[in-house]
């Protein structure tokens, strides 16, 4: 099977305020996820907040990576909604390769 694909689709940030870090604190992650497998495809997408940022562990927002946002992303959904949110695209493809049910007219 396939891996499935981890991706951020746009973060949301606050400004500074004198309050927040210099450059903001992202506020919310929006993501995808894709899995394809013998030419089939699936996908998902969703959003994540976040709470206040660590002043100890605070990354700017321009050296933040994608694979960062990533995990936290899965941290903050955690170990079973990610194995969930794959597990249905996973499932999603078996039905596109063996579909039990189809819908349509005769004519």
Known sequence: ?????????????????????????????????????????????GSVGFSDADPGNYTPFNQLTEAQVIGWVKATLGDEEVASIESALAEQIQQKLTPTSESGVPW
């Open 1 to 45: 099977m396939a891996t499935p694909v981890w991706s951020i689709a746009n973060l949301e940030r606050t400004l500074p305020d004198g309050i927040t870090p210099p450059e903001g604190q992202v506020t919310t992650a929006h993501w995808t996820v894709s899995l394809e497998d013998q030419g089939k495809t699936a996908s998902a997408y």
